[in-house]
């Protein structure tokens, strides 16, 4: 190996390796085939209010990747739960941080700030009358989340308002909660 060869350490921002990102980013631009990705999620009961959710794998431009994780699911016991697992609301709701958290640590890296701390909290109100089909004029999810994000770093106060903005554009989460997503079930009996 030549003594005056460099080695070039990869670009590393907020953990993210941000000479990887632009080169999906330039990929994808040049084949806009290498953009779709499909996400599978299989659930099974478990008994009472218990579910677990398995994650096989998913495919990214054609290419499938297999990853293995179980994501297990419950009931508080007031709602006839036994309180082992987070329920679906919180799973929710910890989708939509975690998506938003990857927005504002991929935006800040390519913008090259490092944070320090990030922190997102979310709450809302579902009324029970809607869900247990007592009131079918209350609605059985969310009428609206509210979400605090706190954010401390490199960036200044108008560079985190580009980011915000940035975020709360391209997140797929927050589109797939902001907007109406078309569900198309099938029922398999037996």
Same mark, same amino acid.
């Given at each position: 190996?030549n003594?005056n060869?460099?080695?070039?350490?990869?670009n590393?921002v907020?953990?993210?390796n941000v000479?990887?990102?632009?080169?999906l980013?330039e990929?994808i631009k040049?084949d806009?085939?290498?953009a779709?990705t499909?996400?599978?999620?299989a659930t099974?009961?478990?008994?009472?209010?218990?579910?677990?959710?398995?994650v096989? @794998?998913?495919? +990214?431009?054609? =290419?499938n990747?297999s990853?293995?994780f !179980?994501i297990?699911?419950?009931?508080?016991?007031?709602l006839?739960? #036994? %309180?082992?697992?987070a %329920?679906?609301?919180?799973?929710?709701?910890?989708?939509l %941080?975690a998506?938003?958290a990857?927005g504002?640590?991929?935006?800040?890296?390519?913008r @090259?700030?490092?944070?320090?701390?990030?922190? +997102?909290? !979310?709450?809302?109100?579902?009324?029970?009358?809607?869900f247990?089909?007592?009131?079918p004029k209350?609605?059985?999810?969310?009428e #609206?989340?509210?979400?605090?994000v706190?954010?401390k770093?490199?960036?200044?106060? =108008?560079?985190?308002?580009?980011?915000?903005?940035a975020?709360m554009a391209? #997140?797929? %989460?927050?589109?797939?909660?902001a907007?109406a997503?078309v569900?198309?079930s099938?029922?398999?009996?037996?």
């Amino acid at each position: 190996m030549n003594a005056n060869a460099q080695v070039n350490e990869p670009n590393v921002v907020n953990g993210l390796n941000v000479d990887d990102l632009f080169a999906l980013i330039e990929g994808i631009k040049e084949d806009s085939s290498k953009a779709t990705t499909n996400w599978r999620v299989a659930t099974s009961w478990q008994g009472q209010t218990r579910t677990r959710a398995e994650v096989e @794998g998913f495919s +990214i431009g054609g =290419q499938n990747v297999s990853r293995r994780f !179980t994501i297990d699911i419950d009931e508080p016991c007031e709602l006839g739960g #036994s %309180n082992q697992f987070a %329920n679906p609301q919180e799973h929710l709701i910890a989708a939509l %941080n975690a998506c938003i958290a990857v927005g504002y640590v991929a935006q800040c890296a390519v913008r @090259g700030i490092t944070l320090e701390s990030l922190q +997102i909290e !979310t709450e809302g109100e579902i009324d029970l009358r809607g869900f247990l089909g007592i009131d079918p004029k209350v609605a059985n999810g969310y009428e #609206s989340l509210r979400y605090t994000v706190r954010i401390k770093g490199s960036g200044t106060s =108008q560079q985190f308002a580009e980011v915000h903005d940035a975020v709360m554009a391209t #997140s797929p %989460n927050v589109y797939n909660l902001a907007n109406a997503v078309v569900l198309k079930s099938t029922l398999v009996v037996g």
